[in-house]
């Protein structure tokens, strides 16, 4: 099983950036797609962006769509969420998480491994 452990969160003003970092361990993430989500309090974990296994491919979630961008390396075992122009409704607890399928998935329940999570405060 591969494990995860997210970085890079923080509390920054509308308008702002951050780049999100996941770091993979015990087994290589070429062999899984990759996906990003986040839980704000009180909701549900939702779905932000995902990319395959190459990295040739990607989706988001229509509140993101522009802003962020997926990215992975996988020679550094290593997968990005950069976020730009952020608003305060981003703000929540921010998780990597992996999946063995092929094709790119957007479902909690898809995903086989998790991170602990990594808080993103904007303030307005």
């Known amino acids: 099983q591969v494990q995860l452990v997210e970085s890079g969160g923080g509390l920054v003003q509308a308008g702002g950036s951050l780049r999100l970092s996941c770091a993979a361990s015990?087994?290589?993430?070429?062999?899984?797609?990759m996906g990003w989500f986040r839980q704000a309090p009180g909701k549900e974990r939702e779905f932000v962006a995902t990319?395959?296994?190459?990295?040739?491919?990607?989706t988001y979630a229509d509140s993101v769509e522009g802003r962020f961008t997926i990215s992975r390396d996988n020679d550094q075992n290593m997968v990005y969420l950069q976020m730009n122009s952020l608003k305060p409704e981003d703000t929540a607890v921010y998780y990597c998480?992996?999946?063995?399928?092929?094709?790119?998935?957007?479902?909690?329940?898809?995903?086989?491994?998790w991170g602990p999570g990594t808080q993103v405060t904007v303030s307005a």
């Open positions: 015990g087994r290589t993430i070429s062999n899984y797609g």
């Open positions: 998480a992996a999946h063995s399928s092929r094709y790119l998935r957007r479902r909690v329940f898809d995903y086989d491994a």
């Open positions: 990319i395959s296994r190459s990295g040739m491919s990607t």
